[in-house]
Nanobody, 124 residues
Framework: QVQLVESGGGLVQAGGSLRLSCAAS????????MGWFRQAPGKERQIVAV????????YYADSVKGRFTISRDNAKNTVYLQMNRLKPEDTAVYYC?????????????????WGQGTQVTVSS
């Protein structure tokens, strides 16, 4: 079955960096658009970043543009989220997700597979 396993979360001070990874198995990874989403306590899940199947096209939420970078390694079936200049408002559980598509997909309901999430906490 399909599995998405996130790692790399943790506690970091404001201004610091973290790199999240999401290892996929059970699917033909290079056919899937990959997205990172996050959900803070008491808030709705929101999109963070999306990358197309080849890695040539990306989308970022306005709140993370210029600070976060999404990338993928199709040979390793892994998608990454490099997070720099972290802010307390970035604190959330971060999820990776996969959807079978040739175009970028920003709607979370369109994603077929989800990881279990990894906690990111940014202290002020």
């Amino acid at each position: 079955q399909v599995q998405l396993v996130e790692s790399g979360g943790g506690l970091v001070q404001a201004g610091g960096s973290l790199r999240l990874s999401c290892a996929a198995s059970g699917l033909t990874f290079s056919y899937y658009v990959m997205g990172w989403f996050r959900q803070a306590p008491g808030k709705e899940r929101q999109i963070v970043a999306v990358i197309n199947v080849s890695g040539s096209n990306t989308y970022y939420a306005d709140s993370v543009k210029g600070r976060f970078t999404i990338s993928r390694d199709n040979a390793k079936n892994t998608v990454y989220l490099q997070m720099n200049r972290l802010k307390p408002e970035d604190t959330a559980v971060y999820y990776c997700a996969a959807t079978y598509s040739r175009a970028l997909v920003v709607q979370d309901l369109s994603y077929n597979y989800w990881g279990q999430g990894t906690q990111v906490t940014v202290s002020s």
